[in-house]
């Protein structure tokens, strides 16, 4: 099996204790850090913004992996690049010009993804499959953590599998939302390369155990 990548997602971490969990993280097994940008417009919810991240990004020692849940996010691109940010995701139901947004995110030297909403289908990225890093897979509603995993995502997660490799494409799938010991072996099973995992790693009792599990799939 191939090795996938890790990333825990910030906003589950205890803010009050934020440098202590970045540490955790650097220490752990994991791989990159999943950051939640989100505006309560796009989504019903609001995050943290770039105060929080510049101070994340002073003491994380791996890829910063930012997920913006933001209306018109060609605004703040070179914003999010200043802040450290190594991967630059975008949502596909917040972009007219997708194309563009996805050059201007490499012109400012990070890696560009396109995170898809639960209802919103793998071949719109027919067209663009080659021009993108990673397509983070929805595996809920955006806006919130803690929430379950919507069983369809296998299914797209096989789709979007398909028409990378059809397109020959090096493009990485992550999958964003629900994800646990339940699901973590099988979604890298059918092609899952990045598993976010907030509530189930913050939340557990040895997140640097959880972490090992995830990255070993033993569980
Ligand atoms: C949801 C966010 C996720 C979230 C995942 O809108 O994009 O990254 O933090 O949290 P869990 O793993 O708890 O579902
Ligand atoms: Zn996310």
Redesign the pocket.
Known sequence: MKTHKIAP?I??ADFGNLQRDVEMVNKSEADWF?I?I?DGVF?PNISFGMPVLKSISEHAKKFIDV?L?IVDPDRYIKTFADLGSNMLTVHYETCTHLHRTLQAIKANNMQAGVALNPHTPVHLLKDVIQDIDLVCV?S?N??????SFIENTYEKVSELEELIRSKNAKTLIEI????TDKNAKQLVEIGADVL?????VFKSKEPIKTIKGLKELSF
């Open positions: 997602s906003l589950a999943h939640d989100m989504v997920h849940m929805m809920v955006p806006g919130f953590g803690g929430q964003d939302g629900g994800v976010v995992a907030g509530s189930y």
